[in-house]
């Protein structure tokens, strides 16, 4: 399979409804709270809404992605990869675990690690990774390569849970603020199953502070914005604030540009 050949049978210009307001409001922060309570019984409901959200998102930085390659890392099953395509972009998942593609992944997904992706330089103009970065052992690596393969002026969109964001140890949170491995021996005893994710083996405690600080000294993208992904009001501003934003941000969106060469 082709990476980046287009999307079979062709990708739609329709573009897709905007169910709630501007961003940031209140309106859309609740809709998103009410869809993440809802997660576990309604994970369709849930991601759906979150794709259209973070491509709101990306179209607020850089116009329709109608027509754009869009790059999506560590997609998952391909929620925002289907909504980009939704919006006629040219949309390509890759993801490197099967078993998060699921049974019906987009068509043309590629199985493919974030750190090596098997495309040529400056091939995306949008290169998104959404809740990826916690994931991986070694961020720094995980963002050159996002910046390799965006073409220069092109968008980066980059978000994560930082670990000391009250949903920083993922399905054994908040307990993480007293322990990772105590939090996940007590997630076992109360679920009866054992939990997904294991702190330094697929979760990761990445820091605000620490990855504003990799990102800015970089010189091959500038960063455009630092905010809460979520937050209605004041999502910027939370960010600036050392020490409280690690608590306070719940997910850090990072919006980049690729520098020209
Ligand atoms: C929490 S899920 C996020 C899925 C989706 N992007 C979302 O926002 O719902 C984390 C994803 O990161 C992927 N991942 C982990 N390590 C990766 C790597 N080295 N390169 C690319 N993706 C990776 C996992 O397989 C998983 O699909």
């Given at each position: 399979?082709?990476?980046?050949?287009?999307?079979?049978?062709?990708?739609?210009?329709?573009?897709?409804?905007?169910?709630?307001?501007?961003?940031?409001?209140?309106?859309?922060?609740?809709?998103?709270?009410?869809?993440?309570?809802?997660?576990?019984?309604?994970?369709?409901?849930?991601?759906?809404?979150?794709?259209?959200?973070?491509?709101?998102?990306?179209?607020?930085?850089?116009?329709?992605?109608?027509?754009?390659?869009?790059?999506?890392?560590?997609?998952?099953?391909?929620?925002?990869?289907?909504?980009?395509?939704?919006?006629?972009?040219?949309?390509?998942?890759?993801?490197?675990?099967?078993?998060?593609?699921?049974?019906?992944?987009?068509?043309?997904?590629?199985v493919a690690d974030g750190y090596l992706l098997p495309l040529r330089d400056g091939v995306a103009d949008v290169t998104?990774?959404?809740?990826?970065?916690?994931?991986?052992?070694?961020?720094?690596?995980?963002?050159?390569?996002?910046?390799?393969?965006?073409?220069?002026?092109?968008?980066?969109?980059?978000?994560?849970?930082?670990?000391?964001?009250?949903?920083?140890?993922?399905?054994?949170?908040?307990?993480?603020?007293f322990g990772a491995e105590r939090a996940r021996a007590r997630y076992a005893r109360r679920t009866g199953r054992p939990?997904?994710?294991?702190?330094?083996?697929?979760?990761?405690?990445?820091?605000?502070?620490?990855?504003?600080?990799?990102?800015?000294?970089?010189?091959?993208?500038?960063?455009?914005?630092?905010?809460?992904?979520?937050?209605?009001?004041?999502?910027?501003?939370?960010?600036?604030?050392?020490?409280?934003?690690?608590?306070?941000?719940?997910?850090?969106?990072?919006?980049?540009?690729?520098?020209?060469?």
């Amino acid at each position: 399979m082709t990476p980046l050949m287009r999307p079979r049978g062709g990708a739609s210009h329709v573009t897709a409804p905007r169910p709630y307001g501007h961003d940031p409001s209140f309106r859309r922060s609740l809709a998103l709270f009410r869809a993440f309570l809802r997660e576990q019984d309604d994970p369709e409901g849930c991601y759906s809404l979150l794709a259209r959200d973070a491509a709101d998102q990306v179209e607020a930085y850089d116009g329709p992605v109608a027509g754009r390659t869009v790059v999506d890392v560590g997609g998952g099953s391909g929620y925002f990869t289907e909504e980009f395509r939704r919006r006629g972009a040219h949309a390509f998942l890759f993801e490197p675990d099967l078993t998060e593609l699921g049974d019906r992944p987009p068509d043309s997904a590629v199985v493919a690690d974030g750190y090596l992706l098997p495309l040529r330089d400056g091939v995306a103009d949008v290169t998104f990774s959404s809740n990826v970065l916690e994931h991986v052992a070694d961020p720094e690596t995980f963002l050159s390569e996002l910046a390799r393969v965006t073409r220069p002026g092109g968008l980066i969109y980059v978000s994560f849970t930082n670990w000391l964001s009250p949903w920083g140890g993922h399905e054994w949170a908040p307990w993480h603020y007293f322990g990772a491995e105590r939090a996940r021996a007590r997630y076992a005893r109360r679920t009866g199953r054992p939990a997904k994710h294991r702190l330094g083996e697929n979760l990761f405690a990445v820091h605000i502070g620490s990855t504003l600080r990799q990102v800015r000294a970089r010189d091959d993208i500038t960063v455009v914005s630092a905010r809460s992904r979520y937050w209605p009001f004041l999502a910027e501003t939370v960010v600036k604030a050392p020490g409280i934003r690690e608590f306070a941000t719940w997910n850090l969106l990072l919006i980049m540009r690729r520098c020209p060469t």
